[in-house]
């Protein structure tokens, strides 16, 4: 026991976790790069495990069932956004004008939601929406908002600003009528009214 | 059998029916004023019994659990309020300027919502909001929208609009950062933006 290598790292886990944790990156980015270009629905447990090259034993070990799996993905999708809004490249990422940055964001919260609502209809019981993921956003566009110099009840325009970007989710039924591109093009004239743009 | 007092009138439901009816209508109007003067959560069947001067038997009798007495009221306000938008006085009701009657949707809508939250909760499994609400509350404001003028794409800007008079019901947690008269007061101005006044 006095051999260091028995001993963890200060602040690292140990290996076998590690692996572990890269195994189940590799698994949910297999997943969601098929979920984007699939369609959540359409998406098999087989096809995950055969485009992340393990066995289909494995992909049911980590995530126990398919619903699991897709609440799973649903998370790192969301994670992965976030880090993208915060630290990613411009203009969705810092370092380009307040406007800009709000045009990206409208732009990809959209297409994320898009797919999210897909992600939370197959992951059923196991899934339900990321907690925190609304309130995000919400930090977001009052961030950009101030930036913009835009005055008033910050917080009340953010909740108008959001609401058709989360239609998807929200009222899944309608996007018949509300195309994608629709929506981002009457998004864009919303946010210059509220802006005063 | 020929005894014509048998026979049930055309079109008129028969008389122990219609006492039905109206007794069912009684209890509910009785259930909402308790619930608009007390609060949801504190009203009980044998309050509501009281008030409406039946014995608590009847009001179980009729609703099941006082979950199922909550949701019947949920939809029963819902109703009354929709009446009110379609022909009840205005400038809620039809007759006053749209941008008169869109200051008293938004006024009225908020604080149904602020009722409706309460008793969805309430409700429990019983509940869930009445289906068609929130289309009936998007349908009027689309129209009114366009009596004023507004060009664009209505129908998102209709959603943005009544976003903040959702929250209630879709983020009853952040309440506590929205008291109604904040709500109204940030909504007007919102109004304002995208009906371009």
Not at 32 to 52: F, I, P, Q, Y
Not at 142 to 162: F, K, M, P
Request: net charge neutral.
């Amino acid at each position: 026991m006095s051999d260091p290598h028995f001993l963890p790292l200060v602040g690292a886990p140990p290996p076998e976790r590690r692996d572990a944790a890269r195994n189940r990156e590799l698994l949910l980015d297999a997943a969601k790069k098929l979920v984007e270009r699939c369609g959540a629905r359409s998406v098999t447990m087989d096809a995950v495990a055969a485009a992340a090259g393990v066995g289909k034993g494995t992909v049911f070990r980590r995530f126990t069932s398919r619903e699991g799996l897709m609440a799973a993905v649903l998370n790192h999708s969301e994670t992965e956004w976030q880090a993208l809004v915060m630290g990613g490249p411009a203009p969705l990422g810092p370092g380009a004008e307040p406007w800009d940055r709000l045009l990206a964001f409208g732009r990809s919260r959209l297409d994320t939601t898009l797919l999210h609502a897909e992600l939370i209809r197959e992951a059923g019981r196991s899934g339900g929406r990321a907690r925190g993921a609304y309130s995000f956003a919400a930090t977001h566009v009052r961030y950009l908002l101030t930036q913009l110099g835009v005055t008033g009840d910050i917080a009340l325009l953010a909740v108008a600003l959001l609401a058709p970007l989360e239609l998807p989710i929200d009222e899944p039924e309608t996007l018949d009528d509300f195309p994608a591109e629709r929506v981002f093009e009457g998004w864009v004239d919303l946010a210059r009214r509220i802006a005063g743009r």
